[in-house]
């Protein structure tokens, strides 16, 4: 059926961003073998670009950068008619309710804890994989 061709992983490109190579390793690590296109950028600057360029359905977006933080790219990703329609899901190792708050009044679509859990990564990254598709099957 259509629905089921949706929700296939092929085809899905997600955007990994964290300025810590080993962030970026144990992440890229854990979605490799699961069907994403997966492209990898380790300052806001490259996401952005990135993000306009290919257009990912999953942004895992680190909060403390330098330059620019993830809260700054997550508000230019939604301000771009190109990008805002992204799910953006904040990596932090800040547990605290305020970043969290504030992640989610800028657009964003979900929360990781540091340090991350394989299985929470895979299973957020599916789920919203799968609306993102289901969204943009039905503009």
Do not use: W
Not at 31 to 56: C, F, M, S, T, V
Not at 113 to 124: H, M, N, T
């Amino acid at each position: 059926s259509m629905t089921d061709a949706v929700l296939e992983t092929t085809d899905v490109t997600v955007l990994l961003v964290d300025d810590n190579p080993q962030n970026l390793k144990v992440l890229y690590e854990t979605l490799k073998d699961k069907g994403y296109r997966l492209l990898i950028a380790n300052d806001g600057e490259k996401a952005l670009d990135l993000a306009h360029r290919h257009q990912p359905e999953v942004i895992l977006l680190d909060i403390m950068m330098p330059e620019l933080d993830g809260y700054q790219v997550c508000e230019r990703l939604k301000a771009d008619p190109v990008t805002s329609d992204s799910a953006v899901v904040f990596l932090s190792a800040l547990d605290d309710l305020q970043a969290k708050v504030r992640g989610f009044s800028l657009g964003g679509a979900d929360y990781i804890s540091k340090p991350f859990q394989a299985q929470e990564v895979i299973a957020r990254v599916k789920t919203h994989a799968r609306v993102i598709r289901l969204e943009r099957a039905l503009q």
